[in-house]
């Protein structure tokens, strides 16, 4: 049974860091390409970052401040972010794809969700 499980989410101050996890199961994250999506109150889910045999891939929005890795022996995927602002609150979300996981819509399964809020 394939099944992702985000976790780490919370509340944090601006300029605090958070560290998420997405735990794996039922298939090898290392032969799907990973993705962290996130999607703000009343806006659309977007894209945060992503992982590839070819690499690493972040939003503008993100890149410099958040990291995603992969841990293979624990088949779990992470996203360090630091330097949190308020704009970063919402309910992230991992998703992998047998693709390349650029197109959302084409991401094979998903998790639940965990809520990272950013405030004073």
């Known amino acids: 049974q394939v099944q992702l499980v985000e976790f780490g989410g919370g509340l944090v101050q601006p300029g605090g860091s958070l560290r998420l996890s997405c735990a794996a199961s039922?298939?090898?994250?290392?032969?799907?390409?990973m993705g962290w999506f996130r999607q703000a109150p009343g806006k659309e889910r977007e894209f945060v970052a992503r992982?590839?045999?070819?690499?690493?891939y972040y939003a503008d929005s993100v890149k410099g401040r958040f990291t995603i890795s992969r841990d293979n022996a624990k088949n779990t995927v992470y996203l360090q972010m630091n330097s949190l602002k308020a704009e970063d609150t919402g309910v992230y979300y991992c998703?992998?794809?047998?693709?390349?996981?650029?197109?959302?819509?084409?991401?094979?399964?998903w998790g639940q969700g965990t809520q990272v809020t950013v405030s004073s």
């Open positions: 998703g992998a794809d047998r693709g390349y996981g650029i197109q959302e819509s084409q991401y094979d399964y």
């Open positions: 039922g298939f090898t994250v290392s032969s799907y390409a």
């Open positions: 992982i590839t045999w070819t690499g690493t």
